[in-house]
């Protein structure tokens, strides 16, 4: 492509006149200043970057508080090494039942005359059924928990201790009733029972 004459002077006239309006704006000459010093330039450090330390230290939760609530322990009993299915026996079982035992001991006992099902079990505080209504009552001292689910089934659980340690915290006490008879009357029974055999801490 070629430019015309008129632009090509219209270029050479703007380029002249910046470069006229540049010098007229420069004055002087430029002296070096003696008393200038250099400054100094520090590289920077690298600095490791770390996660926030927080100064409070957590404190931990137990199953039992979160489960259950404020526990109660006046008669504080052994955890550890406990038979989980052998506190009761089938007499226990049937002195509260009033029916007769299959099996002697275990963690499932079934009666007949009448027809039960007993389940026990030294066990952790989250066994507690919440299905059902549920009514704290009080073992030897101990916070305990009645849940009954129907006329037919209920459950008695109560704390053995609170030490921050142990696992199975719990002894629990199961009735399902095939015929008529008072549940919580005989779970009540048979978890006391059990926790009267169960020994001191």
């Not at 690298?46 to 609530?69: E, L, N, Y």
């Not at 209504?133 to 089934?153: F, P």
Request: contains cysteine.
């Amino acid at each position: 492509m070629q430019l015309r004459p008129a632009a090509i002077l219209l270029a050479l006239g703007l380029t002249l006149a910046a470069v006229t309006g540049c010098s007229e704006q420069v004055k002087g000459s430029a002296i070096a200043d003696t008393n200038a010093t250099t400054p100094e330039v520090t590289a920077p450090t690298p600095t490791s970057r770390k996660a926030p330390v927080s100064t409070t230290a957590a404190k931990p939760t137990s199953p039992t508080s979160q489960k259950t609530g404020d526990v109660k322990i006046g008669t504080k009993k052994k955890a550890n090494g406990l038979e989980t299915c052998g506190v009761l026996k089938a007499a226990d079982v049937e002195a509260a039942t009033g029916g007769k035992a299959s099996a002697d001991g275990g963690c499932i006992v079934t009666t007949t005359g009448p027809s039960t099902v007993i389940t026990q079990m030294v066990t952790v505080p989250e066994a507690v059924d919440e299905e059902g209504e549920k009514k704290q009552i009080d073992i030897g001292g101990n916070t305990a928990w009645q849940v009954t689910s129907s006329k037919e089934d209920c459950q008695v659980t109560v704390m053995l201790t609170d030490d921050p340690d142990a696992i199975t915290t719990a002894f629990s006490v199961s009735v399902l009733a095939i015929e008529e008879i008072d549940t919580c009357a005989a779970a009540l029974k048979l978890a006391k029972q059990g926790f009267d055999r169960i020994p001191n801490a």
